[in-house]
């Protein structure tokens, strides 16, 4: 089952064991997808050896042919694997912080910033770019729920930019599996020093509850909100 594939079973396992994970995780998604990886690679071998053959640059070829098939091969299994794993979390509560948590650069990553009882979730990410806020959910929810936690942010932003996202099928929000790209290209408005003093004054703002790592299992529940104290 998809479900047995997971960030924790991954960074347990050795390298060998964390690509048969993965293999077995696009398998189960794609069928085509390992015998195109293993065909592409194949045929770029022959057709450099067949063109070494006719040409007499066989002792050239070869190792080139070995080495370009090997790595298109990567490339190929790279992809399909990102979008078989995007498409297993497809849905699931928690889906985009697992995304924003597994994004390169200098990402400082808070899962769940705000939340409601009905499981709608706003995600925070702080890079070059500026704020990036992230909710999943119903979206009529999250419109609020986002505009809230933006005037939030902003009272400790200060003139830095803030970008909106809401990750879902629905109209208007954007696919899991495009998240990532999307934000990867936003332009990069800060310095390194301006993103470690953000970072500080976000500090003040406590999120409202933490969120495991990754996707929750279907079913779960939101916790409870304590209740604050009266003296």
């Known amino acids: 089952m998809v479900d ?19 293999a077995g995780l696009v398998n189960q998604q794609d069928r085509k997808a390992l015998p195109i ?7 770029i071998i022959v057709v ?11 002792a050239f070829l070869i190792p080139l042919g070995v080495l ?3 790595l298109a091969g990567m490339i190929l299994f ?12 497809e849905g699931q509560p928690g889906a985009a912080a697992a995304v924003l948590q597994s994004m390169r650069g200098n990402w400082t990553v808070t899962p769940a910033v705000t939340a409601n009882r009905n499981m709608d979730v706003v995600h925070r990410a702080v890079g070059r770019a500026g704020v990036v806020l992230v909710g999943e959910g119903v979206p009529a929810r999250l419109t609020g729920l986002m505009a809230a936690e933006k005037k939030k942010t902003a009272r400790v932003a200060h003139e830095v930019p803030i970008f909106e996202f809401q990750v879902g099928n629905a109209e208007g929000q954007i696919p899991v599996k495009r998240l ?5 290209r936003l332009p990069r408005n800060l310095r390194p020093a301006a ?3 953000l970072n500080y004054r976000l500090k003040a703002l406590q999120p409202s509850l933490q969120m495991p790592k990754g996707p929750m299992p279907k ?9 604050p104290k009266v003296r």
């Open 37 to 43: 990886v293993f065909g592409s690679a194949v045929g």
């Open 68 to 70: 370009v098939g090997v």
């Open 4 to 22: 047995n594939y997971n960030a924790d079973d991954l960074a347990k396992a050795g390298r060998l064991k964390q690509i048969r994970l993965v």
């Open 195 to 197: 993103v470690s003093d």
């Open 180 to 184: 990532q790209r999307k934000i990867m």
């Open 78 to 89: 790279g992809r399909f694997a990102q979008a078989a794993q995007f498409k297993a979390i």
């Open 219 to 227: 079913g779960a529940r939101m916790p409870k909100m304590p209740r």
């Open 48 to 58: 450099c050896v067949l063109v070494g053959l006719f040409t007499g640059t066989l």
